[in-house]
């Protein structure tokens, strides 16, 4: 797996003056868990953001530089806090990891294969799980694992028992989990019928009205 170079650097204090600091400095802060304490550091956020851009949620190893005496650690982002309204980055969660020992990580579920229900039936691909919980060594953490759908038709279900992960990748998820599906086409709205028309109505017949007895020529 490719690893991903960051530079952090060892930060003193907490609390809101600290960050607000950081950001006048182009950084944001962050803690390194891990190790024999976590570490308090701070990161550079457009740096983080390039690492996880375009991967669809696949866990990314990264090789972290201390700026301030170039020692190294090999470890993955565990957590981003995110402001909901302005959608900065504004804390990272890091974990140190070592490579001769199995960890919890997420990885991309991305559909391969031309569907014989869409292509043949006029089906439509529902991706129902878009990521799995895996367990492997930090250097097999794989970019994505693909989720062979060409033999689905209408009605069928790929589950997580299905999916074939590279060597040495265990999928934690539950096995009956359903991972992709084929619905039928949407059905064509029918027009409503023309409502019938309305009967003609009978003209009225008017009577020919009886002189009353004073009117009555004498």
Known sequence: MEFREIKIERREGTGKQVAKRLRRQGLIPAVLYGGRASAPVAVNPKDILKV????????QLLKLRFTEDGETR??????LQVDPVSEELLHVDLQEVAMDRAITVT??????????????????????????QVSCLPGQIPDRIDADVSALRIGDVLTVVDL??????????????????????????????AAAPAAPTEPEVLTERKPKPEEEPK
Do not use: C, F, W, Y
């Open 74 to 79: 090999t470890a993955i982002i565990r957590d």
């Open 164 to 193: 074939k992960p590279p060597a040495g990748i265990r999928i934690l998820n539950d096995p009956t989990q359903a991972v992709a599906t084929v619905s039928p086409p949407m059905a064509e709205e029918v027009a409503a019928p």
């Open 107 to 132: 990885v991309s579920v991305q559909p391969v294969g031309e569907t014989a229900g869409v292509k043949e039936q006029g089906g439509i691909l529902a991706m129902v799980l878009r990521e799995v």
């Open 52 to 59: 996880t851009h375009g991967h669809g949620g696949s866990t």
